[in-house]
């Protein structure tokens, strides 16, 4: 499973992409092959400001229910509609149109905590 380069990872498979002030937060294809085939999909709130590492919101799929962590603090700024919909786009397309949401970051410092795509694969071989 490719770990594409310019993002960031946290050791519960989530990824981010810093853009300035603002990051893209998302699930990992690691994390979505293992959940299966995802059904539900519960998200913060826009304007609900998060913590590092903090359980923000719900991934249900057909095997199990899982917390969504985020990797880095902030404020929600935009949540991914088409989710709600079609909460199976994060099994197609988890890296693109599967992004879950989108934050004006606290510290950008944080991102130091997190894994580059090297150090994630070295996370999933285990």
């Not at 998060?50 to 249900?60: A, K, Y």
């Amino acid at each position: 499973m490719p770990s594409p380069d310019g993002l960031l990872y946290s050791k519960e498979h989530e990824w981010v992409k810093v853009d300035g002030e603002m990051a893209t937060v998302g699930i990992t294809d690691y994390a979505q092959q293992s959940l299966g085939d995802i059904v539900y999909v519960e998200l913060p709130r826009v304007g609900q400001t998060v913590r590092q590492f903090s359980s923000i919101g719900v991934i249900e799929s057909v095997k199990a229910v899982s917390d969504l962590f985020t990797p880095i603090s902030g404020e929600v700024t935009e949540v991914n509609p088409a989710l709600d919909a079609d909460p199976a786009l994060l099994n197609r397309d988890a890296f693109g149109d599967g992004w879950l949401y989108r934050l004006r970051l606290s510290d950008k410092q944080e991102s130091q905590a997190l894994l580059d795509p090297a150090a994630y694969e070295k996370v999933i071989a285990k």
